[in-house]
């Protein structure tokens, strides 16, 4: 048998989940964001694909954020309606992420399967200077991708998408 | 300026989950395109390096510091100014040589990991916060001040503590200060 499970548990384990929770400052955050980008870009071909790296990297970590928000915010309750799980999406968890909620949360008019969470000045764009030739990349791809794990995580299978809305996202 | 300066102040603070979980993800996709544990370390070096050019210039418009005078005061400031800011962990230094020049800082608590409990048996020689090593071995020479920097303990592969040891090297421009 696997040693992990016979061994005992490990100290990481046993600790408590709901701990007050600290901050960083966002230069550190802003210069790894931008270490990744570099990292994907050197490795793509296309702009498309460096937002889908992006965004299978904001998967790994949406989906690992799920678990431990939702037992903080929410404890005992899981969201089962779309409504629910968006408004949560827009208001508690965007704000235990990124430290402010997400600015609008709107109902496209041709299909009602389609949101919008519409963010003027989102997080991790901020110190991000996107050169003309590559004008439809959008960094908040990153973004996208971490809210698509959650959905989907969260029973609500979705495609999740970053596009430019009026200069902003 | 064109924005007003409140709201400078707002936006100086991240989630500390969100920084942790973004590294993890780097972390699992360095591991996922390269096989040996070394050129994973060797990677997260180099990047940390250019993530420490950069960082020195922000924590020395913030923290205002005065110039250090010795390599202690040097790693006293690295443990407690520089990891409080942007960790908001303050390791303990020691210094490990009669020459002054060697130093750890240990950490018992490293944000790093927190969610990380084990490493995979598969990648048991990699350094997951060799990162670290990096950010500060580039911070350093933007100062003037070559050093190396390496993990001497590491909680994740079985130590007691972390514990990342400095070695500050001879500076190159004692030599060039001799002008007459």
Not at chain 1, 79 to 104: N, S
Not at chain 2, 25 to 48: F, P, S
Not at chain 2, 67 to 72: E, P, Q, V
Request: aromatic letters at 8%.
């Amino acid at each position: 048998m696997d040693s992990r499970f016979t061994r005992g548990k490990s100290p990481v384990l046993e600790r408590a989940l709901g701990r007050p929770r600290s901050e960083l400052s966002l230069a550190a955050f802003a210069l790894l964001f931008s270490e990744l980008v570099q990292y994907c870009q050197r490795r793509v071909a296309s702009v498309a694909e460096l937002q889908a790296r992006l965004a299978r990297l904001g998967h790994h970590v949406g989906l690992r954020a799920l678990d431990a928000l939702v037992a903080r915010e929410r404890p005992g309750r899981r969201e089962t309606k779309v409504l629910g799980v968006l408004l949560f999406v827009k208001g508690p968890l965007w704000r235990a992420l990124f430290g402010r909620e997400g600015d609008k949360l709107e109902q496209a008019n041709d299909d009602d399967r389609t949101f919008y969470v519409i963010e003027r000045e989102p997080l991790v764009n901020t110190f991000v200077s996107v050169p003309r030739e590559n004008s439809s990349l959008n960094c908040a791809a990153f973004a996208a991708g971490l809210l698509e794990a959650v959905l989907g995580a969260a029973g609500f299978p979705a495609r999740v998408s970053a596009h430019w809305h009026k200069g902003t996202t | 300026m064109s924005r007003s300066p409140g709201r400078k102040q707002e936006n100086h603070k991240i989630s500390r989950e969100l920084f942790v979980l973004t590294y993890g993800a780097l972390v699992a996709q360095l591991c996922k395109d390269y096989e040996k544990d070394e050129d994973v370390n060797a990677y997260l070096d180099r990047m940390g390096y250019s993530i420490g050019i950069r960082l020195i210039d922000d924590f020395l418009a913030r923290s205002a510091v005065k110039k250090c005078r010795s390599y202690s005061e040097t790693a006293d400031m690295i443990a407690q100014v520089a990891f409080k800011m942007y960790l908001g962990v303050t390791p303990s230094v020691s210094c490990s040589s009669a020459m002054g020049n060697e130093f750890s800082l240990i950490l018992d608590k490293n944000p790093l990991v927190d969610f990380v409990e084990e490493l995979p048996a598969e990648r048991a020689s990699l350094c997951y916060c060799n990162l670290l090593c990096g950010v500060i071995r580039g911070a350093l020479e933007m100062v003037q001040l070559a050093a190396e920097v390496t993990f001497l303990q590491d909680r994740l592969k079985g130590d007691a503590v972390t514990e990342i040891g400095i070695t500050f090297l001879r500076k190159p421009e004692d030599r060039k200060h001799k002008r007459n």
